[in-house]
């Protein structure tokens, strides 16, 4: 189907619950499809070497262009049987654990690493918390902050909870334009505060959270929203493949040029910065109001 010019401007004034379900869109181009368009020579990586190989996440090494890399990102999958095969896309501790296996392989063979974060969060179940699910992502978020290699993440759908930030943790975040990122989904969010998730409040919920790619570049959570093709990236997958990778592309080059304690550095002076220009807004704002 060819996108019409209607198709963009209604894309463009969408509401932020509205984003959510375009996030949600069962065409959107996932992990896979991305590896498939853009990488050569993919060589995927099983397991974490302690319990079982989770097929929520899908990890190896391979081509983008010139450079070897290292790929890394949640898959939902396509068919009923897909999804249940791979749960959703909400990772088990062993799926954190493979990606670990991958961020140490790339740090000590000097491999810039690629990640594609899509999942509502991590599993929630008695199992995966058996097994140390809030350790493994914590480890993540260690070893990512800690390497010395270039990092880039992309929201390429659904980014929710620990579980997304779980390969998030990046020199650069790019999001595209119709992803969502965000602490809790609108609907868990609405079940906590007002104890009810009808639409009403799901969408207030949405907006409160602050979902959306142009609201997070705002918030300097992200550093670049990546466009889709007309009508989102379901209308036009190869399209919107090709203009990620672009932007990947380009801030590979750049990053690949700084030296490792720098990347480190800069990594780590990043997200502890992430937030103080929201404080400092709302703390002016709380002192307006009672002076």
Not at 65 to 79: F, L
Not at 98 to 114: E, G
Not at 238 to 246: E, I
């Amino acid at each position: 189907m060819k996108p019409s010019s209607e198709a963009k401007e209604v894309v463009q004034g969408l509401t932020p619950i509205e984003r959510v379900r375009l996030a949600r869109e069962p065409g959107r181009p996932q992990t896979l499809d991305y590896i498939e368009g853009l990488a050569r020579d993919f060589f995927e990586i099983h397991g974490d070497r302690r319990y079982a190989d989770d097929e929520a996440i899908v990890t190896g090494l391979g081509y983008l262009g010139r450079n070897a890399v290292a790929i890394a990102g949640h898959q939902r999958g396509r068919s009923t049987a897909e999804r249940i095969r791979r749960n959703f896309g909400r990772a088990h501790p062993e799926g954190y654990r493979k990606a670990a296996r991958l961020f140490d392989l790339a740090d000590r063979f000097r491999l810039p690493i690629v990640t594609f974060i899509d999942t509502q969060g991590a599993e929630p179940g008695i199992g995966a918390e058996e097994r140390g699910q809030g350790e493994a992502i914590a480890t993540n978020l260690v070893l990512m902050a800690r390497v010395t290699v270039p990092i880039i993440a992309c929201v390429i759908g659904e980014g929710g909870s620990g579980g997304a930030l779980a390969l998030g943790v990046a020199n650069r975040v790019l999001m595209q334009e119709n992803a969502s990122y965000s602490v809790i989904t609108p609907e868990g969010c609405a079940a906590i505060l007002w104890r009810d998730a009808n639409p009403e409040k799901v969408a207030a919920a949405a907006a409160a959270l602050k979902l959306s790619a142009q609201d997070l570049l705002d918030l300097k959570v992200i550093d670049e929203v990546v466009p889709e093709p007309p009508g989102g990236a379901h209308r036009n997958p190869a399209q919107a493949v090709a203009l990620l990778g672009a932007a990947i592309s380009r801030h590979l080059t750049k990053l690949s040029k700084m030296r490792p304690q720098q990347l480190r550095r800069e990594r780590e002076r990043k997200f502890a910065e992430m937030g103080n220009g929201f404080l400092l807004r709302s703390t002016a704002r709380i002192g307006d109001s009672t002076a």
